[in-house]
C-alpha cells in the first residue's frame, strides 16, 4: 500500500471528494440524458450508487475520512423538469441533502451543470442559442442561488466548461452527438460566458466560487507542422479561452470576433481544474503521453507527474490567483494502483505548496463508483465501493486529512 509521509498543510486546507447527480442518483426523468439511454446511445443508469437514498450513509463515512468538504450537482432537470415549473419535492430533496452533509461535518459545494440538461433546454437548442443562457439559464441560477444559497458551502457552477463542447458537439458521442466545428465554436463561447456570468451571480451568496477547468497539458512527438499547429490550437481552446476571459474580460474562441465582457474579469475566486492526463501529438494527431505507460481503463496514459506541470503552468500564467485542485483521480480495479497514484498526486501537490503555488484545496474523483457515462458501471474511480465498504486506497487520504485537522 502506498503511502506519504507526514507533514504539514496550509490552516483551512479543503480537503474533499467530487461527484454529479446524474453519474450518483441516475439520469432525470426529464433530462436529455435520459433519452440518448433510452435511444441506446448510453448505458442504463437506473440510480447510479443510489446515493439520493444513502447521502447520510455516504456523508458519514466521509466524515470518519477526515474529508470534510464534497462537491454535488443539483440537477437541473430535476428542479426544472418543464419550462417555469420548479419540483418542491426534488427542491425539499436536495435541501435535505445539504443541509445533511453539514450537519454531519461535510461542507457541501454546489455544480450548476455536470454534463446533463433538461429535456425541454436541449430540445430548444441547448447553449447553441444565446438566448438559452441568457434567458433560462440566467434564470436558472437566479432560482439556485436564491433556493439554495444558505445551504451551499462553496460553488462549482459548470464542471469541465471546456470539455462539454468537445463531448457533445464534436462527435464524442455524447447528448446531443453532434459533429460540427462552428457549433463547437458557438458553444464554447455560451459555455464561457454560461460559466462566468453564473459566478459572478453566485459570489453575491458570499461562499467561494471556483472554476473547473478540464486541464492538460500536450507534448508534440515529431517535427511535423501538423503537430505543433494542434498544439497551439489546443492551447487556444483548452487553456487561454478561460483563462484569457478570467484574467482580461476578453473571449476568444478560434478566428471569431473576441467577445468584450470586463464585468466578468475576475468573476472567480479560485481556479480550479481537474486533471487526468497529458497528451502527446503526432501526425497532427492526439496520442498518448508519456509513450510506453499504462493505460487506463478509460484509455489514457497513467501519469501523475502531468498535475506538477498543470500547476506549474497555471501558476506561471496566473501568479497572484489562488488555485484548486477540483478534480484528481483514477479508474481502475486495481486499489493498488489507486492508491499510488494518489499518494504520487498528493506529494505533488504538497511540493507544490512549499514552492509557492498558492493551492487551496484537494479534491479527489470519486467518493463511491458511480456510472461512468458512455463506460456504464464498469470504471471504478471511489474510494468507497457501491456497496458502501471503504477501500485501503482511502487511508492515503485519510493519513493527511486527519493530520491536518489535528493540527
Not at 22 to 51: L, M, V, Y
Not at 55 to 74: K, P
Not at 128 to 135: G, Q, V
Request: hydrophobic share 40%.
Amino acid at each position: 500500500m502506498a503511502s506519504t509521509p507526514h507533514r504539514s498543510w496550509p490552516g483551512g486546507f479543503i480537503w474533499g471528494t467530487g461527484a454529479s447527480s446524474t453519474q450518483c442518483e441516475g439520469a432525470a426523468p426529464a433530462s436529455d440524458w435520459i433519452e440518448w439511454e433510452r435511444a441506446g446511445k448510453a448505458p442504463i443508469s437506473g440510480i447510479g450508487n443510489g446515493f439520493a437514498d444513502k447521502y447520510q450513509e455516504d456523508f458519514s463515512l466521509l466524515a470518519l475520512l477526515g474529508l470534510t468538504h464534497h462537491r454535488l450537482s443539483i440537477e437541473w432537470a430535476r428542479i426544472e423538469p418543464e419550462p417555469g415549473v420548479h419540483d418542491q419535492t426534488a427542491i425539499n430533496h436536495y435541501r435535505s441533502l445539504l443541509q445533511t452533509a453539514r450537519d454531519l461535518g461535510i461542507h457541501p459545494w454546489v455544480c450548476l451543470h455536470h454534463f446533463t440538461l433538461p429535456k425541454w433546454f436541449a430540445t430548444a437548442g441547448g447553449f447553441l442559442i444565446e438566448e438559452n443562457r441568457t434567458k433560462y439559464w440566467a434564470r436558472h441560477v437566479d432560482f439556485i442561488a436564491d433556493t439554495f444559497g444558505d445551504l451551499a458551502a462553496g460553488w462549482q457552477p459548470v464542471n469541465e466548461t471546456n470539455y462539454y463542447p468537445t463531448a457533445a458537439y464534436l462527435g464524442r458521442g455524447w447528448s446531443p452527438g453532434h459533429n460540427d466545428l462552428e457549433e463547437w465554436r458557438t458553444v464554447t463561447e455560451q459555455m464561457h460566458l454560461a460559466t462566468a456570468e453564473a459566478a459572478v451571480k453566485l459570489k453575491q451568496t458570499g461562499a467561494p466560487v471556483s472554476s473547473v477547468f478540464g486541464l492538460s497539458t500536450v507534448h508534440v512527438l515529431d517535427d511535423e507542422p501538423a503537430s505543433h499547429d494542434f498544439a497551439a490550437r489546443f492551447y487556444a481552446s483548452n487553456w487561454n479561452a478561460g483563462l484569457e476571459l478570467f484574467r482580461t474580460g476578453v473571449l476568444q474562441v478560434a478566428d471569431r470576433t473576441p467577445i468584450i465582457r470586463p464585468d466578468l474579469a475576475g468573476s472567480f475566486d479560485m481556479i480550479g481544474f481537474s486533471y487526468y492526463c497529458a497528451f502527446g501529438v503526432r501526425d497532427g494527431h492526439l496520442d498518448q503521453y508519456p509513450e510506453g505507460s499504462t493505460i487506463s481503463p478509460l484509455g489514457y496514459a497513467i501519469w501523475p507527474d502531468g498535475l506538477r506541470l498543470v500547476l506549474d503552468r497555471l501558476h506561471a500564467e496566473l501568479p497572484n490567483t489562488d488555485l484548486l485542485i477540483a478534480e484528481y483521480g483514477i479508474g481502475t480495479d486495481d486499489d493498488d494502483v489507486r492508491a499510488t497514484y494518489l499518494a504520487a498526486g498528493l506529494n505533488i501537490t504538497h511540493d507544490a505548496i512549499s514552492r509557492g503555488i498558492p493551492i487551496k484545496g484537494f479534491f479527489h474523483w470519486t467518493a463511491v463508483d458511480n456510472y461512468e457515462w458512455l463506460h456504464g458501471f464498469d470504471v471504478k474511480f471511489g474510494i468507497i465501493d457501491v456497496d458502501r465498504n471503504v477501500r485501503p486506497s482511502a487511508s492515503v487520504l485519510k493519513f493527511e486529512a486527519l493530520s491536518n485537522l489535528e493540527k
